[in-house]
Protein backbone atom coordinates (compact mmCIF):
# COMPACT_ATOMS: atom_id res chain seq x y z
CA UNK A 1 0.00 0.00 0.00
CA UNK A 2 1.49 3.60 -0.93
CA UNK A 3 0.67 5.20 2.52
CA UNK A 4 2.34 8.24 1.92
CA UNK A 5 0.28 8.74 -1.27
CA UNK A 6 -2.72 8.85 0.79
CA UNK A 7 -0.98 10.84 3.55
CA UNK A 8 -0.58 13.39 1.20
CA UNK A 9 -4.08 13.43 -0.65
CA UNK A 10 -5.29 13.61 2.42
CA UNK A 11 -3.06 16.54 3.65
CA UNK A 12 -4.25 18.41 0.23
CA UNK A 13 -8.28 17.87 1.18
CA UNK A 14 -7.88 19.57 5.01
CA UNK A 15 -6.04 22.59 2.97
CA UNK A 16 -8.10 22.72 0.63
CA UNK A 17 -10.97 22.34 3.38
CA UNK A 18 -9.48 25.15 5.09
CA UNK A 19 -8.55 27.80 2.43
CA UNK A 20 -12.90 27.15 1.60
CA UNK A 21 -13.53 28.04 4.72
CA UNK A 22 -11.73 31.06 4.91
CA UNK A 23 -12.88 32.38 1.39
CA UNK A 24 -16.72 31.96 2.43
CA UNK A 25 -16.49 32.74 5.94
CA UNK A 26 -17.77 36.23 4.77
CA UNK A 27 -20.97 34.80 3.55
CA UNK A 28 -21.84 32.56 6.38
CA UNK A 29 -24.61 33.80 8.99
CA UNK A 30 -23.31 35.39 11.69
CA UNK A 31 -24.78 33.17 14.20
CA UNK A 32 -24.15 29.20 13.52
CA UNK A 33 -27.75 28.33 14.57
CA UNK A 34 -30.69 30.43 13.51
CA UNK A 35 -32.69 31.02 16.50
CA UNK A 36 -35.67 32.76 14.17
CA UNK A 37 -37.91 29.39 15.08
CA UNK A 38 -38.08 27.41 18.31
CA UNK A 39 -36.82 24.22 17.62
CA UNK A 40 -36.94 22.50 21.13
CA UNK A 41 -39.66 19.72 21.16
CA UNK A 42 -40.77 21.00 24.83
CA UNK A 43 -41.43 24.82 23.78
CA UNK A 44 -44.91 25.83 22.83
CA UNK A 45 -45.09 28.79 20.98
CA UNK A 46 -48.19 30.80 21.97
CA UNK A 47 -50.15 32.55 19.18
CA UNK A 48 -51.03 35.61 21.00
CA UNK A 49 -47.06 36.24 20.94
CA UNK A 50 -46.59 36.15 17.27
CA UNK A 51 -49.91 37.97 16.94
CA UNK A 52 -48.36 40.62 19.00
CA UNK A 53 -45.45 40.90 16.72
CA UNK A 54 -46.97 41.25 13.56
CA UNK A 55 -49.11 43.79 14.99
CA UNK A 56 -46.35 45.91 16.21
CA UNK A 57 -44.16 45.64 13.15
CA UNK A 58 -41.77 48.24 12.78
CA UNK A 59 -42.54 50.47 15.60
CA UNK A 60 -39.89 52.24 17.05
CA UNK A 61 -39.24 51.85 21.25
CA UNK A 62 -39.32 55.68 22.59
CA UNK A 63 -36.29 56.32 24.80
CA UNK A 64 -38.65 58.66 26.59
CA UNK A 65 -37.98 56.55 30.17
CA UNK A 66 -34.50 56.83 30.02
CA UNK A 67 -34.10 59.92 32.47
CA UNK A 68 -37.10 59.71 34.29
CA UNK A 69 -37.28 60.48 37.99
CA UNK A 70 -40.07 58.06 40.02
CA UNK A 71 -41.85 59.79 42.50
CA UNK A 72 -44.06 57.87 44.39
CA UNK A 73 -47.56 59.24 46.22
CA UNK A 74 -47.79 58.51 49.96
CA UNK A 75 -49.99 54.80 50.69
CA UNK A 76 -50.59 54.05 54.58
CA UNK A 77 -48.52 56.65 55.48
CA UNK A 78 -45.33 55.61 53.56
CA UNK A 79 -43.03 56.93 50.58
CA UNK A 80 -40.34 55.58 49.21
CA UNK A 81 -37.60 57.73 47.98
CA UNK A 82 -37.64 58.73 44.46
CA UNK A 83 -36.28 56.13 42.19
CA UNK A 84 -33.99 56.60 38.64
CA UNK A 85 -34.83 54.65 35.61
CA UNK A 86 -31.70 52.66 35.75
CA UNK A 87 -32.20 51.61 39.44
CA UNK A 88 -35.58 51.37 39.92
CA UNK A 89 -37.00 48.86 42.17
CA UNK A 90 -40.36 50.40 42.96
CA UNK A 91 -40.77 48.80 46.31
CA UNK A 92 -43.24 51.95 46.69
CA UNK A 93 -46.01 49.54 45.05
CA UNK A 94 -45.03 46.44 47.46
CA UNK A 95 -46.75 48.52 50.28
CA UNK A 96 -49.19 46.30 51.49
CA UNK A 97 -47.73 43.56 50.84
CA UNK A 98 -44.66 44.36 53.49
CA UNK A 99 -47.41 45.16 55.44
CA UNK A 100 -48.79 41.36 55.83
CA UNK A 101 -45.33 40.89 56.28
CA UNK A 102 -44.94 42.94 59.36
CA UNK A 103 -48.07 41.44 60.48
CA UNK A 104 -46.93 38.35 60.27
CA UNK A 105 -43.47 39.13 62.03
CA UNK A 106 -44.32 40.94 64.80
CA UNK A 107 -47.86 39.79 65.89
CA UNK A 108 -47.37 36.17 64.61
CA UNK A 109 -50.85 37.06 62.75
CA UNK A 110 -52.49 35.74 59.23
CA UNK A 111 -50.46 34.50 56.44
CA UNK A 112 -49.01 35.82 53.40
CA UNK A 113 -49.64 34.11 50.09
CA UNK A 114 -47.78 34.46 46.68
CA UNK A 115 -47.79 33.47 42.94
CA UNK A 116 -45.01 32.71 41.10
CA UNK A 117 -45.73 32.60 37.47
CA UNK A 118 -42.58 31.64 35.10
CA UNK A 119 -41.09 30.06 31.77
CA UNK A 120 -38.68 27.42 32.04
CA UNK A 121 -36.72 29.09 33.96
CA UNK A 122 -38.41 28.23 37.42
CA UNK A 123 -39.14 24.75 35.79
CA UNK A 124 -38.88 21.95 38.00
CA UNK A 125 -39.90 24.47 41.23
CA UNK A 126 -36.13 25.38 40.35
CA UNK A 127 -35.40 29.12 41.51
CA UNK A 128 -39.03 29.47 43.41
CA UNK A 129 -38.25 26.10 46.07
CA UNK A 130 -35.61 28.42 46.85
CA UNK A 131 -37.42 31.52 46.88
CA UNK A 132 -40.33 29.88 49.34
CA UNK A 133 -37.10 28.41 51.56
CA UNK A 134 -35.83 32.16 52.23
CA UNK A 135 -39.38 33.21 53.14
CA UNK A 136 -40.26 30.06 54.99
CA UNK A 137 -36.61 30.63 57.26
CA UNK A 138 -37.69 34.19 57.85
CA UNK A 139 -41.39 34.02 58.44
CA UNK A 140 -42.38 30.23 59.11
CA UNK A 141 -44.79 28.24 56.87
CA UNK A 142 -44.47 24.59 55.75
CA UNK A 143 -45.70 23.23 52.31
CA UNK A 144 -44.88 23.69 48.71
CA UNK A 145 -48.37 25.21 47.84
CA UNK A 146 -50.58 24.52 45.24
CA UNK A 147 -49.55 21.31 42.76
CA UNK A 148 -50.78 20.75 39.28
CA UNK A 149 -52.71 17.23 38.55
CA UNK A 150 -50.45 16.47 35.73
CA UNK A 151 -46.97 18.42 35.03
CA UNK A 152 -44.63 17.71 32.06
CA UNK A 153 -42.17 18.74 34.66
CA UNK A 154 -43.06 16.10 37.55
CA UNK A 155 -39.93 13.80 37.33
CA UNK A 156 -37.89 16.60 37.68
CA UNK A 157 -39.28 18.37 41.19
CA UNK A 158 -37.49 17.98 43.77
CA UNK A 159 -39.66 19.81 46.42
CA UNK A 160 -42.40 17.15 45.82
CA UNK A 161 -42.91 13.35 44.42
CA UNK A 162 -45.59 13.79 41.62
CA UNK A 163 -46.63 11.17 39.67
CA UNK A 164 -50.22 10.41 37.84
CA UNK A 165 -52.09 8.07 35.83
CA UNK A 166 -51.97 8.51 31.95
CA UNK A 167 -55.72 9.17 30.98
CA UNK A 168 -55.80 12.75 32.48
CA UNK A 169 -56.92 15.35 29.65
CA UNK A 170 -55.18 18.45 29.90
CA UNK A 171 -56.03 21.82 28.50
CA UNK A 172 -53.46 24.37 29.05
CA UNK A 173 -53.21 28.40 28.27
CA UNK A 174 -50.77 27.83 25.69
CA UNK A 175 -52.37 25.60 23.65
CA UNK A 176 -55.94 25.68 24.25
CA UNK A 177 -58.04 29.60 23.28
CA UNK A 178 -61.31 28.52 24.31
CA UNK A 179 -61.35 25.78 27.07
CA UNK A 180 -64.16 23.51 27.83
CA UNK A 181 -64.18 25.16 31.14
CA UNK A 182 -62.10 27.95 32.60
CA UNK A 183 -58.35 27.99 32.95
CA UNK A 184 -57.57 27.79 36.72
CA UNK A 185 -55.14 29.92 38.53
CA UNK A 186 -52.36 27.39 37.31
CA UNK A 187 -53.30 27.92 33.49
CA UNK A 188 -54.61 24.57 33.39
CA UNK A 189 -57.77 22.37 34.06
CA UNK A 190 -57.60 18.94 33.90
CA UNK A 191 -60.18 16.16 33.45
CA UNK A 192 -60.29 12.40 34.10
CA UNK A 193 -60.68 10.19 31.30
CA UNK A 194 -61.84 7.21 33.29
CA UNK A 195 -64.69 5.76 31.53
CA UNK A 196 -61.88 2.38 30.89
CA UNK A 197 -59.85 3.07 33.77
CA UNK A 198 -59.53 4.73 36.83
CA UNK A 199 -57.82 8.05 37.04
CA UNK A 200 -55.21 8.88 39.60
CA UNK A 201 -52.90 11.13 40.71
CA UNK A 202 -50.33 10.82 43.80
CA UNK A 203 -48.36 13.44 45.81
CA UNK A 204 -45.41 11.99 48.49
CA UNK A 205 -43.09 14.70 50.19
CA UNK A 206 -39.40 14.62 50.06
CA UNK A 207 -37.04 15.88 52.54
CA UNK A 208 -37.04 18.96 51.96
CA UNK A 209 -36.93 22.28 54.49
CA UNK A 210 -40.28 23.53 55.41
CA UNK A 211 -42.28 20.79 52.88
CA UNK A 212 -41.28 17.12 54.00
CA UNK A 213 -45.01 16.66 54.99
CA UNK A 214 -47.83 17.99 53.68
CA UNK A 215 -50.12 19.39 55.19
CA UNK A 216 -54.06 19.91 54.43
CA UNK A 217 -54.53 18.00 51.24
CA UNK A 218 -57.13 20.10 49.85
CA UNK A 219 -58.54 19.32 45.92
CA UNK A 220 -59.62 22.49 44.06
CA UNK A 221 -62.15 22.09 40.99
CA UNK A 222 -64.89 23.38 39.16
CA UNK A 223 -68.22 24.19 38.25
CA UNK A 224 -70.56 20.70 36.62
CA UNK A 225 -73.46 19.48 35.88
CA UNK A 226 -72.33 16.09 36.99
CA UNK A 227 -73.12 15.47 40.54
CA UNK A 228 -72.14 11.60 40.15
CA UNK A 229 -68.03 12.16 40.61
CA UNK A 230 -66.44 10.89 43.91
CA UNK A 231 -62.70 10.48 44.73
CA UNK A 232 -61.27 7.57 46.74
CA UNK A 233 -57.67 7.77 48.77
CA UNK A 234 -56.47 6.17 51.87
CA UNK A 235 -55.47 8.19 55.24
CA UNK A 236 -53.76 5.47 57.44
CA UNK A 237 -55.93 2.32 58.05
CA UNK A 238 -58.95 4.35 57.24
CA UNK A 239 -59.82 4.36 53.04
CA UNK A 240 -62.48 7.29 52.62
CA UNK A 241 -64.75 8.08 49.72
CA UNK A 242 -66.08 11.46 49.13
CA UNK A 243 -68.67 12.87 46.46
CA UNK A 244 -67.53 15.99 44.57
CA UNK A 245 -69.89 18.73 44.82
CA UNK A 246 -69.35 21.21 41.82
CA UNK A 247 -71.91 23.75 42.30
CA UNK A 248 -69.77 26.78 42.33
CA UNK A 249 -67.09 28.07 40.12
CA UNK A 250 -64.07 27.31 42.43
CA UNK A 251 -64.94 24.67 44.91
CA UNK A 252 -62.56 22.96 47.95
CA UNK A 253 -62.32 19.66 49.63
CA UNK A 254 -60.26 19.14 52.04
CA UNK A 255 -59.17 15.88 52.41
CA UNK A 256 -57.25 15.80 55.97
CA UNK A 257 -56.49 18.18 58.47
CA UNK A 258 -53.65 15.97 59.45
CA UNK A 259 -50.25 16.58 58.11
CA UNK A 260 -49.73 13.83 55.49
CA UNK A 261 -46.10 12.12 54.30
CA UNK A 262 -48.35 10.89 51.24
CA UNK A 263 -51.72 10.82 49.49
CA UNK A 264 -52.76 9.12 46.35
CA UNK A 265 -56.02 10.20 44.81
CA UNK A 266 -58.74 7.91 42.89
CA UNK A 267 -61.28 9.48 40.52
CA UNK A 268 -64.44 7.98 39.74
CA UNK A 269 -67.30 9.13 36.93
CA UNK A 270 -65.90 12.12 37.30
CA UNK A 271 -64.61 12.94 33.39
CA UNK A 272 -66.95 16.14 33.04
CA UNK A 273 -65.62 17.68 36.35
CA UNK A 274 -62.67 20.28 36.32
CA UNK A 275 -60.13 19.57 38.32
CA UNK A 276 -57.53 21.93 39.01
CA UNK A 277 -55.02 20.76 41.38
CA UNK A 278 -54.51 19.94 45.00
CA UNK A 279 -52.87 22.81 47.59
CA UNK A 280 -50.42 21.48 50.83
CA UNK A 281 -49.72 24.42 53.34
CA UNK A 282 -49.93 25.16 57.26
CA UNK A 283 -51.98 28.22 56.80
CA UNK A 284 -49.31 29.95 58.48
CA UNK A 285 -46.34 31.83 57.57
CA UNK A 286 -45.46 32.18 54.16
CA UNK A 287 -46.61 29.80 50.91
CA UNK A 288 -45.56 30.04 47.26
CA UNK A 289 -47.31 28.47 44.35
CA UNK A 290 -45.31 27.52 41.96
CA UNK A 291 -47.22 28.41 38.44
CA UNK A 292 -44.55 27.71 36.08
CA UNK A 293 -44.89 26.58 31.50
CA UNK A 294 -42.30 25.89 29.57
CA UNK A 295 -42.35 27.81 26.33
CA UNK A 296 -44.95 30.88 28.12
CA UNK A 297 -44.06 34.43 27.26
CA UNK A 298 -46.45 35.36 29.69
CA UNK A 299 -49.08 36.93 27.05
CA UNK A 300 -51.84 33.65 28.41
CA UNK A 301 -51.85 35.23 31.50
CA UNK A 302 -54.53 37.79 29.90
CA UNK A 303 -56.67 34.82 29.19
CA UNK A 304 -57.64 34.25 32.59
CA UNK A 305 -61.23 34.60 33.33
CA UNK A 306 -61.66 37.36 35.83
CA UNK A 307 -64.50 35.75 37.68
CA UNK A 308 -63.18 32.36 37.95
CA UNK A 309 -59.69 33.84 39.39
CA UNK A 310 -61.57 36.03 42.12
CA UNK A 311 -63.23 32.73 43.28
CA UNK A 312 -59.51 31.61 43.87
CA UNK A 313 -58.62 34.84 45.36
CA UNK A 314 -61.23 34.16 47.46
CA UNK A 315 -60.03 31.00 48.81
CA UNK A 316 -56.36 31.28 48.46
CA UNK A 317 -56.20 35.28 49.50
CA UNK A 318 -52.84 35.98 47.59
CA UNK A 319 -50.72 38.95 48.53
CA UNK A 320 -48.05 39.21 45.87
CA UNK A 321 -47.96 37.88 42.30
CA UNK A 322 -44.29 37.48 40.85
CA UNK A 323 -44.03 37.57 36.97
CA UNK A 324 -40.70 36.27 35.92
CA UNK A 325 -40.44 35.51 32.06
CA UNK A 326 -38.43 36.33 28.73
CA UNK A 327 -36.33 33.58 27.91
CA UNK A 328 -39.19 32.62 25.40
CA UNK A 329 -39.19 36.20 23.99
CA UNK A 330 -35.75 36.48 23.18
CA UNK A 331 -35.79 33.67 20.54
CA UNK A 332 -37.72 35.63 17.66
CA UNK A 333 -34.83 37.95 15.81
CA UNK A 334 -36.27 41.60 16.93
CA UNK A 335 -34.18 44.00 18.69
CA UNK A 336 -37.85 46.22 19.57
CA UNK A 337 -39.79 45.03 22.23
CA UNK A 338 -42.28 47.55 21.48
CA UNK A 339 -44.64 45.32 21.50
CA UNK A 340 -44.38 43.32 24.30
CA UNK A 341 -44.25 46.13 26.67
CA UNK A 342 -47.49 47.18 25.58
CA UNK A 343 -48.82 43.85 25.70
CA UNK A 344 -47.87 42.80 29.19
CA UNK A 345 -48.87 46.06 30.03
CA UNK A 346 -52.08 45.37 29.41
CA UNK A 347 -51.55 41.51 30.87
CA UNK A 348 -50.72 43.50 34.41
CA UNK A 349 -53.79 45.41 34.46
CA UNK A 350 -55.80 41.92 33.68
CA UNK A 351 -54.15 40.35 36.27
CA UNK A 352 -55.44 43.79 38.89
CA UNK A 353 -58.67 43.11 38.01
CA UNK A 354 -58.58 39.37 38.20
CA UNK A 355 -56.78 39.57 42.09
CA UNK A 356 -58.09 43.36 43.09
CA UNK A 357 -55.04 44.80 45.56
CA UNK A 358 -52.59 42.67 44.74
CA UNK A 359 -48.87 43.52 44.59
CA UNK A 360 -47.53 42.94 41.23
CA UNK A 361 -43.07 42.01 40.66
CA UNK A 362 -41.32 41.86 37.43
CA UNK A 363 -38.44 39.64 37.22
CA UNK A 364 -36.64 40.53 34.36
CA UNK A 365 -35.17 38.09 31.64
CA UNK A 366 -31.55 36.68 33.13
CA UNK A 367 -28.36 37.02 31.02
CA UNK A 368 -28.67 34.68 27.90
CA UNK A 369 -25.27 34.12 25.43
CA UNK A 370 -25.29 32.95 21.82
CA UNK A 371 -22.26 32.32 19.30
CA UNK A 372 -21.63 35.23 17.21
CA UNK A 373 -18.41 35.03 14.67
CA UNK A 374 -17.72 31.66 16.72
CA UNK A 375 -17.39 33.52 20.28
CA UNK A 376 -20.12 33.14 23.14
CA UNK A 377 -21.74 36.69 23.86
CA UNK A 378 -24.66 38.16 25.62
CA UNK A 379 -27.44 37.75 23.05
CA UNK A 380 -28.57 41.24 21.55
CA UNK A 381 -31.57 40.72 22.67
CA UNK A 382 -31.00 40.77 26.14
CA UNK A 383 -30.19 44.77 27.09
CA UNK A 384 -33.62 45.61 24.57
CA UNK A 385 -36.12 43.20 26.40
CA UNK A 386 -34.57 44.12 29.57
CA UNK A 387 -35.48 47.35 28.92
CA UNK A 388 -39.44 47.00 27.57
CA UNK A 389 -39.49 44.69 31.02
CA UNK A 390 -39.29 47.46 32.79
CA UNK A 391 -41.01 50.08 31.34
CA UNK A 392 -43.96 47.87 31.65
CA UNK A 393 -43.18 47.37 35.24
CA UNK A 394 -43.12 51.24 35.43
CA UNK A 395 -45.72 51.99 34.34
CA UNK A 396 -48.01 49.22 35.23
CA UNK A 397 -47.30 50.40 39.04
CA UNK A 398 -45.40 47.27 39.81
CA UNK A 399 -41.72 46.43 41.70
CA UNK A 400 -38.99 45.13 39.48
CA UNK A 401 -36.22 43.07 40.27
CA UNK A 402 -33.33 43.24 37.33
CA UNK A 403 -31.89 39.75 37.38
CA UNK A 404 -29.66 40.52 34.29
CA UNK A 405 -27.87 43.32 36.42
CA UNK A 406 -27.97 40.78 39.83
CA UNK A 407 -26.24 38.09 37.75
CA UNK A 408 -23.10 40.70 36.66
CA UNK A 409 -24.44 41.96 33.91
CA UNK A 410 -23.38 41.98 30.16
CA UNK A 411 -21.28 38.52 29.52
CA UNK A 412 -22.21 37.27 33.12
CA UNK A 413 -24.30 34.16 31.34
CA UNK A 414 -20.91 32.79 29.92
CA UNK A 415 -19.06 32.96 33.52
CA UNK A 416 -21.99 31.22 35.36
CA UNK A 417 -21.49 28.31 32.83
CA UNK A 418 -17.98 28.07 32.89
CA UNK A 419 -17.05 28.74 36.21
CA UNK A 420 -16.23 25.83 38.59
CA UNK A 421 -18.41 24.44 39.35
CA UNK A 422 -20.78 25.64 37.03
CA UNK A 423 -23.83 27.63 37.96
CA UNK A 424 -26.12 27.14 34.37
CA UNK A 425 -26.32 24.83 31.33
CA UNK A 426 -24.22 24.36 28.57
CA UNK A 427 -27.51 25.95 26.33
CA UNK A 428 -26.61 29.32 27.66
CA UNK A 429 -29.79 29.64 29.25
CA UNK A 430 -30.73 28.04 31.89
CA UNK A 431 -29.54 27.62 35.42
CA UNK A 432 -28.80 24.64 37.33
CA UNK A 433 -29.58 23.70 40.94
CA UNK A 434 -26.64 25.89 42.10
CA UNK A 435 -27.28 29.01 39.76
CA UNK A 436 -31.49 28.28 40.64
CA UNK A 437 -30.54 29.25 44.21
CA UNK A 438 -28.41 31.78 44.09
CA UNK A 439 -30.94 33.72 41.68
CA UNK A 440 -34.02 33.40 44.00
CA UNK A 441 -31.07 34.50 46.90
CA UNK A 442 -30.97 37.93 44.42
CA UNK A 443 -34.76 38.09 44.42
CA UNK A 444 -35.17 37.41 48.30
CA UNK A 445 -32.38 39.72 49.18
CA UNK A 446 -34.07 42.95 46.99
CA UNK A 447 -37.84 41.91 48.71
CA UNK A 448 -35.91 41.70 52.14
CA UNK A 449 -34.23 45.29 51.47
CA UNK A 450 -37.11 46.68 50.23
CA UNK A 451 -39.22 45.05 53.09
CA UNK A 452 -36.54 46.36 55.91
CA UNK A 453 -36.40 49.87 54.20
CA UNK A 454 -40.21 49.94 54.81
CA UNK A 455 -40.42 48.86 58.53
CA UNK A 456 -37.60 52.31 59.16
CA UNK A 457 -40.20 54.06 56.96
CA UNK A 458 -43.20 52.65 59.23
CA UNK A 459 -41.52 53.84 62.47
CA UNK A 460 -41.07 57.48 61.34
CA UNK A 461 -44.68 57.96 59.40
CA UNK A 462 -46.82 59.85 61.19
CA UNK A 463 -50.10 58.80 59.83
CA UNK A 464 -51.20 55.24 61.03
CA UNK A 465 -51.53 52.30 58.66
CA UNK A 466 -55.13 51.00 57.48
CA UNK A 467 -55.56 47.79 59.38
CA UNK A 468 -55.32 44.79 57.64
CA UNK A 469 -57.46 42.78 55.49
CA UNK A 470 -58.40 39.70 57.10
CA UNK A 471 -56.47 36.22 56.01
CA UNK A 472 -60.27 34.36 54.55
CA UNK A 473 -59.61 30.86 55.87
CA UNK A 474 -60.43 27.90 53.29
CA UNK A 475 -63.69 26.31 54.78
CA UNK A 476 -64.43 22.69 53.89
CA UNK A 477 -68.31 23.60 52.99
CA UNK A 478 -68.98 21.22 50.13
CA UNK A 479 -67.48 17.85 50.93
CA UNK A 480 -69.73 14.96 51.48
CA UNK A 481 -68.99 12.08 52.87
CA UNK A 482 -70.85 8.57 51.95
CA UNK A 483 -71.85 6.53 54.75
Known sequence: MNTSKYFFQTLLVIAVSGLSFVAFKTFLPKKLFTESKLDSKNVVVDSLLLEAIAEDEGAVVEDSMAKTIIDYKVVNGIQFPPETFEEYTGNQYLVTFFEKLFQLETKKEGNVRIAYFGDSMTDGDLIVKDFRTYLQEKFGGQGVGFVNITSESASSRSSITHEFSGNWKTQSYLKVKRPSNPFGVNGHVFYANDTANVAWVKYKANKVRFASELPRPTLFYGSSKNKEGKIKYVVGTDTISKKLTPNGLVNTMVLSEENLKSIKVNFKKADSIPIYGFNFDDGKGVHVDNFSNRGNSGLPIGSFDIATMRAFHAKLDYDLIVLQYGANVLNYGSLNYNWYEKRMEKVVAHLKECFPGVAILIVSTADKSTKYDLEMKTDSAVVP???????????????????????????????????????????????NHRGAKEAANFIFSQLNQGYESYKVLRKKRKKPVAPVKKDSVIINKDSVYEE
Not at 405 to 427: F, R, Y
Open 385 to 431: LNTAQKRYAIKSESSFVNLYTLMGGDGSMIQWVEQEPAKANKDYTHF
